[in-house]
């Protein structure tokens, strides 16, 4: 069975930089694209950025400039890096991949939070 498991999540300052993993785990799996989702209290699950098996990658608005999607497709890894963070930055994020298995399904991960605070 196929896990994505999430960390770096935790406290930091406003201006601050933070680095997200998320790590896929099991075996006989492909993985396409993959991607990160945010979840603020009392918001709905939105999109931060995308990132296909080639690379291509998309943003938010709110995030572009600040944050850097990437992945290492030998460790079956996706990673994060948030520069300039802001308060509104604060949520629960959640990794997402599009992994093949027995078929294509959409996996999610446990989300990992972390709070900007001023």
């Known amino acids: 069975q196929v896990q994505l498991v999430e960390s770096g999540g935790g406290l930091v300052q406003v201006g601050g930089s933070l680095r997200l993993s998320c790590a896929a785990s099991g075996s006989g799996f492909r993985i396409n694209d993959m991607g990160w989702y945010r979840q603020a209290p009392g918001k709905q699950r939105e999109l931060v950025a995308t990132?296909?098996?080639?690379?291509?990658?998309n943003y938010a608005d709110s995030v572009k400039g600040r944050f850097t999607i990437s992945r290492d497709n030998g460790k079956n890894t996706m990673y994060l890096q948030m520069n300039s963070l802001k308060p509104e930055d604060t949520a629960v994020y959640y990794c997402?991949?599009?992994?093949?298995?027995?078929?294509?399904?959409?996996?999610w991960g446990q989300g990992t939070q972390f709070t900007v605070s001023s």
């Open positions: 990132i296909t098996s080639g690379g291509r990658t």
């Open positions: 997402n991949a599009n992994i093949f298995n027995v078929g294509y399904s959409r996996y």
